[in-house]
């Protein structure tokens, strides 16, 4: 199954699921309206989901247009029950052309980890520049290979010495399901060491404001990059 077929299968069950990880979503967007800039003039979600989360970020914020996109089929319809202004069905690397320029770009959950390679997140980055305004801010998270807190410390040191004498980023390709209920939904994705997705954002030619990690358990902030999943806020450079 390709990625998107996967998210339209798990269209229905998504609220269930986002359920679970309450802690951990909850402390991201409480990061977001800490450091967005207020009242923007435009807000885009790349990668959107259901649209939710995207609509109530908007609100909080007081965004005065919300665009949401995502390349599921099932998912942007969920998200055109929620009316924002402009709603797109695509990847997050071929945002359509667009009058607007967005003051707060969100790409959350690891969207960034569900494109194919590298190629395709350096382009979905500069993607996202192009349609960011000059003072606006692009708020990502990623699965962090190197999150000792929740993999554990030898596990996390193995894998450090591993890719320090051999390095290689697909060891960062993980397959695994998503359980809800009696489902079993097969997923793909992509688990990156900090040095990887740092490098990632220099490449797309954006630059890093604030960095964190946060408790995927607890949603715990911490300034260790070894504390939980790696959280972004880039802007122009």
Not at 21 to 29: G, R, V
Not at 87 to 108: G, K, M, N, Y
Not at 158 to 173: K, S, T
Request: aromatic share 8%; charged share 20%; net charge positive.
């Amino acid at each position: 199954m390709s990625t998107t077929d996967i998210y339209d299968a798990l269209a229905p069950h998504y609220r269930e699921y986002a359920g679970r990880k309450t802690a951990y979503l909850t402390a991201i967007d409480r990061f977001i309206l800490q450091n967005a800039p207020r009242k923007p003039a435009a807000l885009l979600d790349v990668g959107a989901g259901d649209g939710v989360r995207g609509m109530a970020l908007a609100h909080s914020l007081g965004a005065g247009i919300t665009v949401l996109a995502d390349a599921s089929v099932e998912m942007i319809a969920r998200c055109r029950q929620l009316k924002p202004t402009e709603s797109w069905l695509c990847e997050a690397q071929q945002l359509p052309a667009t009058r607007h320029r967005f003051d707060v770009i969100l790409c959350l959950w690891n969207v960034l980890g569900h494109l194919p390679d590298r190629a395709s997140r350096v382009q979905a980055l500069r993607a996202m520049q192009a349609v960011l305004a000059p003072e606006g801010a692009i708020f990502f998270d990623v699965n962090n290979r190197q999150n000792a807190r929740n993999y554990g410390r030898l596990r996390v040191l193995g894998r450090m010495l591993l890719d320090a004498i051999l390095p290689d980023e697909r060891r960062g390709d993980a397959a695994f399901e998503w359980k809800i209920g009696a489902t079993s939904f097969p997923a793909m994705g992509h688990l990156f060491t900090p040095a990887e997705i740092e490098a990632i954002i220099a490449d797309s030619g954006l630059r890093v404001i604030r960095r964190v990690a946060a408790d995927y358990t607890t949603g715990k902030i911490s300034a260790s990059r070894h504390a939980g999943q790696l959280v972004y806020q880039l802007g122009n450079p």
